[in-house]
C-alpha cells in the first residue's frame, strides 16, 4: 500500500504561484500510529561492567555499564558480541559471557571516550571456520599516532587530521579457539578532519545472502558515514558539495573485495584491498571516481541489512534536525545529503540557508512526473517521535505479528518500529513522496502470573542500572535464526525478542 504525503498538506506556501517557503511546522503532522503490534521481551544476558575492566582514563567514557553494539553469530553455533570500550565476549549455552578478545591492547592509540568511539564493529569472513579471518571498524587518536591515513578528504591536509577511522583484517591462528590470538593487515585508514570523534566508520559487513561464485559473495560493504561534516566545527564543514563527491569516501557506502590485490591480481582501491570491477564507479572510465563507492550521498548510514529472500539491501540512515529514513540501496546510487533530507530539499544549500530547514520539492519532482538525479527513502519518520534510527532487519523468524515486516528502531528513545517490507519495495517507485507506512511495536513482559506488563526499552534500562535514563543506546542485531536481540549501550543487557507466551529463550 502506498501512502503519500503531499506537500500542500504538510506544510505552509506562501502567496499562491510563488515559490514554497521554508516548512516552519512538523514535517510529518501524521503520529506514528498504534495498531496493536505488540511483542514480547526477555532478558538473554547482561555483560560485565567494563568500566571495572578498563582503567579510568581520560580515554574511557565512564558513563554506561557496557557498550554493547553488535550480536553476531557463526554457523558452529557460537555466539559473540562486543562492548565498544575494547572487549569481545563469547557468549556460551549457559549465557554468561567469557573474553573471546581484550582488542583494547593491541590498539594503544585507540579512542574510547565516546559513544561513537573505540571497538565499534565487527565482522565474520563467511568462511571464518577455513580462514579465520574477522573484520572489525575502530577509532584512533591522530595526536602522536605513528600511523598515516590512507585517506584525508579532499582539500585537507595531514596537519588537520584528528581521528583515524581504520578497517583492519585480522587472522586467528584458530579459528575454533575461544579465545583470540592471532595476526592483523590493516585494510584502510580514513583521515577524520572534525573536531569531534562524530559518525565515525561504525561498519563492515559481507551480504549474507551471497553465495559462493557470485557477484557479491566475499565483498565488504561499509557504512555510509558523513564522518561528522555535519556536525563539524570551522569554515570548511557544513558544506554541502562534500557529501557529494565521487573522489572522496564521506558519505559513501564502499563495496570492495577485502583481498590484497598482490593475491587477487585486482584493481587496487584506496587501502590494501581490490575494487570489484561490477562497482559502477569503478567501470565508469572516470580517473576522479573511487571504484570503492558502492552508493553515496548518505549523513550516516550507520547499518546495513538484506532481505534473505531476494537479497534487498537496506540502509536505516541517521537524519540531521528532522527526518530519520530507511533507504534501499542500489549501485551507483545517490542519496542526497547534504542536498535532500528525507523527501525534502536541505536549506543548507540555499543563500543563508542552515541545516535544520527543509523546504519542499517542486511538486512536479516530488510526485515523479520530473526525475533529478536522487534516490529517496521507502519509510521515514520525524523527530516528533525519535532522534536518531538505529538498525532495521526483514524479519521472517517465529513472531507471527513481525513476518514479512522490516524492523527498526530509534537509538535515542528506544522505540522499536515495522514497516511491510512488500510496502517498501513497492515505495522504490523513483516518486520520492511514496513511502511505505511505519507502526509502533509495543513492548510487554509476562509476570508471574503469565499478565503482560507492557513497558518501553527506557524503563528497562532503567530498572536494570537503578536510575532513570534518557537515552536508550538503543541497537538491534539478529541472530542465525533470524531472531531479534535488543541491545542497549546504557545497561550492557542483551534482550530477545519472543513469540508471545514463550518461557525461556533457548536459541544459543
Not at 557498550?67 to 563469547?90: A, E, H, Q, W
Not at 587472522?171 to 595476526?183: K, L, M, V
Not at 511505519?438 to 526499552?457: G, W
Amino acid at each position: 500500500m502506498r501512502v503519500r504525503f503531499f506537500f500542500l498538506t504538510l506544510f505552509a506556501l506562501v502567496a499562491a504561484g510563488s515559490v514554497a517557503a521554508q516548512i516552519t511546522i512538523n514535517p510529518l503532522s501524521t503520529p506514528i500510529p498504534k495498531r496493536g503490534l505488540s511483542v514480547q521481551i526477555q532478558d538473554y544476558t547482561r555483560l560485565p561492567d567494563s568500566r571495572e575492566i578498563r582503567p579510568k582514563s581520560e580515554d574511557v567514557q565512564q558513563s554506561g555499564y557496557a557498550r554493547v553494539s553488535f550480536v553476531k553469530d557463526l554457523p558452529d553455533g557460537r555466539r559473540f558480541v562486543n562492548d565498544s570500550r575494547g572487549v569481545m565476549y563469547l557468549i556460551g549455552g549457559d549465557r554468561k559471557p567469557q573474553v573471546y578478545w581484550e582488542f583494547h591492547k593491541e590498539v594503544p592509540f585507540g579512542v574510547y571516550n565516546r559513544l561513537e568511539s573505540g571497538f565499534i564493529s565487527f565482522e565474520f569472513h563467511p568462511e571464518f571456520a577455513k580462514n579465520g579471518l574477522i573484520y572489525t571498524v575502530h577509532s584512533e587518536r591522530a595526536s602522536g599516532n605513528p600511523a598515516k591515513p590512507t585517506f584525508i578528504p579532499p582539500g585537507f591536509g595531514p596537519e588537520e587530521v584528528t581521528y583515524h577511522n581504520v578497517i583492519t583484517e585480522w587472522r586467528t591462528a584458530n579459528p575454533a579457539a575461544n579465545t583470540f590470538a592471532g595476526t592483523r593487515r590493516e585494510l584502510l585508514r580514513v583521515g577524520h578532519i572534525v573536531d569531534s570523534l562524530t559518525h565515525p566508520m561504525g561498519f563492515a559487513a559481507f551480504n549474507p545472502t551471497a553465495k559462493p561464485g557470485s557477484e557479491d559473495y566475499g565483498l565488504i560493504y561499509t557504512s555510509g558515514s558523513d564522518l561528522g561534516f555535519s556536525n563539524g566545527v570551522g569554515p570548511k564543514a557544513n558544506n554541502p558539495t562534500t557529501t557529494q563527491r565521487l573522489d572522496s569516501v564521506i558519505g559513501a557506502i564502499l563495496r570492495f573485495d577485502p583481498r590484497s590485490p598482490s593475491v587477487s591480481g585486482g584493481m587496487k582501491g584506496l587501502g590494501d584491498y581490490t575494487i570489484p570491477p561490477a562497482n559502477k564507479f569503478a567501470a565508469d572510465g572516470d580517473p576522479k571516481t573511487l571504484g570503492e563507492i558502492y552508493a553515496y550521498g548518505f549523513r550516516n548510514a550507520h547499518r546495513l541489512s538484506w532481505d534473505p529472500t531476494d537479497g534487498t539491501m537496506f540502509a536505516t540512515d541517521i537524519g540531521s534536525s528532522q527526518i530519520e529514513e530507511v533507504n534501499i540501496v542500489r549501485n551507483g546510487g545517490n542519496y542526497g545529503w547534504m542536498k535532500r533530507e528525507g523527501f525534502y530539499e536541505n536549506g543548507i544549500q540555499r543563500q543563508g540557508g542552515a541545516l535544520n530547514q527543509l523546504y519542499p520539492l517542486p511538486a512536479e519532482v516530488l510526485d515523479g512526473r520530473q526525475k533529478d538525479e536522487f534516490l529517496y527513502p521507502v519509510a521515514i519518520y520525524d523527530h516528533d517521535e525519535g532522534l536518531a534510527i538505529t538498525a532495521g532487519f526483514p524479519y521472517y523468524g517465529r513472531i507471527e505479528a513481525l513476518k514479512g515486516k522490516f524492523v527498526f528502531g530509534d537509538i535515542a528513545r528506544g522505540r522499536l518500529f515495522a514497516s511491510d517490507l512488500a510496502a517498501m519495495k513497492k515505495a522504490d517507485d523513483g516518486i520520492p513522496q511514496t513511502v511505505a507506512p511505519v507502526e509502533e511495536v509495543q513492548l510487554y513482559l509476562r509476570d508471574d502470573a503469565n499478565n503482560r506488563e507492557f513497558v518501553t526499552l527506557m524503563q528497562l534500562v532503567g530498572t536494570t542500572i537503578g536510575a532513570p535514563v534518557v537515552r536508550a543506546d538503543l541497537h538491534l542485531s539478529m541472530s542465525r535464526e533470524g531472531e531479534l536481540f535488543v541491545t542497549s549501550r546504557q545497561d550492557g543487557t542483551i534482550r530477545v525478542l519472543v513469540p508471545d507466551g514463550e518461557g525461556l529463550f533457548r536459541a544459543n
